[in-house]
């Protein structure tokens, strides 16, 4: 699974190993960093070659630095 930014730069990848049916983003960077909010392409590819392609727009809620 790679994760791409709406300017084509990788923002993740994800490598997936066992034989579940899916696999959980944590919404951060390859350096583990949060992401902003905006509208990612997620790239994924099958072991026997299926490509799948997902855009994914996500809203995130402003942090309550209050409380932090």
Known sequence: VS??????S???R???DDP???VEW???NQNGIPIAGGVYIIH???PDG???????FGAMRPPNLENF
């Open 3 to 8: 994760i791409f930014n709406v300017s084509g």
């Open 10 to 12: 990788l923002v993740r």
């Open 44 to 46: 994924v590819e099958t």
């Open 50 to 56: 299926k490509i799948g392609i997902n855009k994914w």
């Open 26 to 28: 944590d919404l951060k």
């Open 20 to 22: 579940l049916t899916s």
């Open 14 to 16: 994800i490598d997936k």
